[in-house]
């Protein structure tokens, strides 16, 4: 029995619907430029990577932001369908947290138009994902000096669960791409021809532009569904479950994820999922909302295909009639927008957390 | 130890028929302190049956299932009957329960046995029925972390589940609601009315034995424990402060310190409450009364002998321990008592039982167990996928 959370939905698509209508250029679409890395606190950013990686934020200590965010694959997941909390699976392919920070719309239906630290809750509430009462994670915070330290350090004082939320969106803010050809200017000449064809007759500019090489806009490109949502009955349940409480009706029969309906509960907006960034695509196969498409080579005759199959598809996108030659390029082109992996001890928490808590001695003398 | 097949089902038409009968019969059963004495001890009779969640033999089969199925929780590992395990006497045999998976509870495991009688539910009575408590149970941090949409999810996807609740209840899927009163209506077939003291009272004078008799006569006098503990259920159901002292593993385990202060805020403590707290407040929790502190439901006497360790949080692990404290006048062995001695109650005092008076009173009181009730879990229905890949396709065609 889902809650129907109607009162911000009509905001949220609002703020979508604004995208980034700054610096729009000739062709009517933002450039795509260099990204800035972002200010962050030092120690409240190790703070949030030690959360980050610690399977301890979750309900029954099983699993931690980074099984299903994982480094070595742009902090995204390399199964189409992301893993879920244990005991079910999951809907969709886990997105990449690689830029996140810089965005102002998240997930792939775009429910999230707030900020990070709303993504955060999400994540660590949501009970198929890490089902975590915010309350117990606040005390085994407090029993575990190594945070009381950090916490300290950083600033928040006592451990709690509103500074989990802080320092866990800090981190993600260093997650900031590298280096990559496009911005180092070091681009084949294939990739050169490659973005010739993306701002122009491959028209992938007109929704993928900006610096993020995304709209955050919601378009219809005709993914076809991923059956393995619907015929594995652990991902269908938390696919059910994510339904039934964003009140979509008549969820028990539906046979496609709804995407950006969820937001709008327009029927025009079925199938419609927000443009993903394009930059770290290197790390993050496989693609799509539903992982269903393996490769950037695949992703290219997709589009060049006209994209899937639906009558509600968005009009931008239809056949292209590429070379063999151009569907390289383009390939070249998105390729040259991946840099260095993240992957360091800047980035990746190394050190074990312990196996049990500690002891508070003299509990009955000090102060809880 | 033989394995005692338990057959709801009779129990569910025997209720049937009362209900027919009458309902007045059921009410003697839970009556508290009449005029003039304690309630005397009386034979169990049949539990109090909610107008709006009779007993069927279907929904009593449903409800079994429903309680041995780990699926009603969160991470699908820990269902009721992870922790009222049949053969720990459907309750879990250490001082605070085992915990959802990352945690530990704070508090003993109660039997479920029987607890259909009581109109408060829990060690102090935050739950007004077995409907309440079920949901709170499945849903509690430390207890099963479930949340509705996901339980609701996982039983709309087990064929045999959707079968057997639109037999029950007549819905096309599921209700979370429905696994509340499927779950109660199993635990209301759960009672055991059959124990040596109840065949007494009933006049079978063989029944128990001259210990027993005699343990009777220091529990109905001077030991004074049915001042509390009488009626046919063996407790007024009413909350006192008995002296019960913390467990000492609040000072000497990690894990059970996280879930104290999570309790104490879970429960809504003050804030001075939240950092000074070194006990469980009890019955404190529900009305914030300051002279609640302490205090705990009496628990009854009946199936003890199954459940040990004994009180809300497991401090005596034998019925010894227990008498010797009650003999102490409500202190453990080294002298330890509640944090709340304004509040102990002065039904509590220094007995003075001899050694033979102390065995007779044990003899007495697992006379109110009668056989060990065993039950073989049940084997669980599957997953299975909703739709054909068919039913796909021709949707995936039809967009």
């Keep these: 029995m889902g809650v129907l959370v109607t009162t911000g939905r009509t905001i949220l698509a609002a703020t979508i619907g604004l995208g980034m209508a700054l610096g729009v250029q000739a062709s009517g679409y933002p450039d795509i430029g260099p990204l800035p890395q972002l200010k962050t606190n030092a120690a409240k950013a190790e703070l949030g990577k030690r959360l980050f990686f610690d399977r301890r934020i979750s309900g029954d200590a099983g699993i931690s932001c980074a099984d299903c965010h994982m480094p070595d694959n742009g902090y995204a997941h390399p199964d189409a369908l992301s893993p879920g909390y244990p ?282 | 130890m033989n394995l005692k097949k338990h057959t709801p089902t009779l129990v569910a038409a025997a209720v049937a028929t009362v209900l027919l009968a009458g309902f007045g019969v059921t009410s003697i059963s839970i009556a508290g302190m009449e005029k003039g004495g304690p309630a005397p001890l009386a034979p169990l009779g049949l539990p109090p049956i909610p107008p709006d969640n009779l007993q069927t033999p279907a929904k009593i089969e449903l409800g079994k299932l429903l309680f041995f199925d780990p699926r009603v929780g969160g991470d699908a590992s820990t269902g009721c009957s992870t922790c009222h395990e049949p053969d720990q006497g459907w309750a879990w045999a250490e001082d605070f329960s085992r915990g959802y998976p990352g945690t530990v509870h704070w508090r003993n495991s109660q039997t479920i046995i029987n607890s259909a009688y009581f109109p408060r539910q829990f060690w102090a009575g935050s739950a007004s029925s077995n409907e309440k408590q079920a949901k709170s149970a499945a849903k509690g941090g430390v207890a099963g972390n479930g949340e509705d949409d996901l339980m609701e999810a996982r039983l709309a996807l087990i064929p045999e589940y959707r079968k057997r609740f639109k037999e029950v209840f007549g819905t096309e899927w599921p209700h979370i609601f429905d696994v509340w009163h499927a779950i109660s209506a199993f635990e209301r077939s759960m009672v055991q009315r059959d124990t040596p003291m109840d065949k007494y009272l009933q006049g079978d004078k063989r029944a128990l034995s001259e210990e027993a008799v005699r343990g009777k006569s220091l529990f109905e006098g001077k030991a004074g424990c049915i001042q509390c503990h009488n009626g046919a259920l063996t407790s007024d159901t009413d909350f006192h402060n008995i002296g019960i002292p913390p467990n000492v593993r609040w000072e000497e385990d990690g894990l059970a310190q996280i879930t104290f202060r999570f309790e104490q805020y879970a429960k809504g403590q003050t804030e001075e409450g939240y950092r000074t707290a070194k006990s469980d407040w009890g019955f404190y929790y529900r009305g914030k009364n300051k002279w609640d502190r302490g205090k705990f439901r009496t628990a009854p006497i009946r199936y003890v002998k199954y459940t040990a360790p004994y009180m809300h949080n497991g401090v005596f692990y034998t019925l010894e321990e227990v008498v010797d404290f009650y003999d102490r006048g409500g202190f453990d062995e080294d002298g330890r008592t509640t944090d709340f001695p304004e509040n102990k109650s002065p039904l509590i005092k220094p007995l003075g039982l001899t050694d033979e008076e102390k065995s007779d009173l044990i003899a007495f009181l697992e006379a109110y167990s009668g056989e060990e009730i065993l039950m073989e879990k049940p084997e669980l229905p599957e997953y299975a996928p909703l739709f054909t890949k068919a039913q796909l396709e021709a949707a995936q065609e039809a967009k």
């Design chain 1, 87 to 368: 005991g079910n699976g999951h809907f969709r392919n886990s997105a990449s947290l690689i830029n996140t920070a810089h965005k102002n719309v998240w997930n792939w239906d775009g429910r999230i138009g707030t900020n990070l630290n709303d993504m955060t809750r999400e994540m660590l509430t949501e009970d198929y994902i890490m089902n975590m009462d915010m309350r117990i994670m606040q005390e085994r915070a407090k029993q575990d000096p190594v945070y009381v330290q950090m916490f300290k350090d950083a600033g928040y004082g006592e451990p709690s669960n509103g500074s989990v939320r802080k320092a866990i969106p800090e981190y993600l803010k260093t997650l900031t791409s590298r280096n990559a050809p496009f911005d180092t200017g070091k681009m084949s000449d294939s990739a050169k021809r490659g973005m010739a064809l993306f701002k122009g007759k491959g028209g992938c500019m007109q929704c993928h532009n900006g610096s993020l090489v995304t709209d955050l806009k919601a378009h219809n490109t005709g993914v076809p569904e991923n059956f393995d949502v619907f015929l594995d009955p652990m991902n269908h349940q938390a696919f059910v479950a994510f339904t039934m409480f964003q009140g979509i009706p008549d969820y028990m029969n539906l046979k496609r994820d709804p995407g950006y309906y969820n937001v709008t509960l327009e029927e025009q907006d079925m199938g419609k999922f927000v443009t993903p960034s394009l930059r770290e695509l290197k790390y993050t196969a496989p693609y799509m909302h539903n992982g269903m498409i393996a490769s950037l080579p695949e992703v290219v005759e997709f589009y060049n295909n006209g994209g899937g199959k639906d009558s509600r598809k968005s009009d931008m996108v239809k056949p292209l009639n590429l070379s063999g030659q151009e569907k390289k390029d383009l390939v070249a082109f998105l390729e040259a927008l991946s840099g260095d992996p993240l992957t360091g001890s800047g980035f990746v928490w190394s050190e074990e957390y312990p196996a049990e808590y500690p002891v508070i001695e003299n509990w009955r003398q000090v102060r809880n």
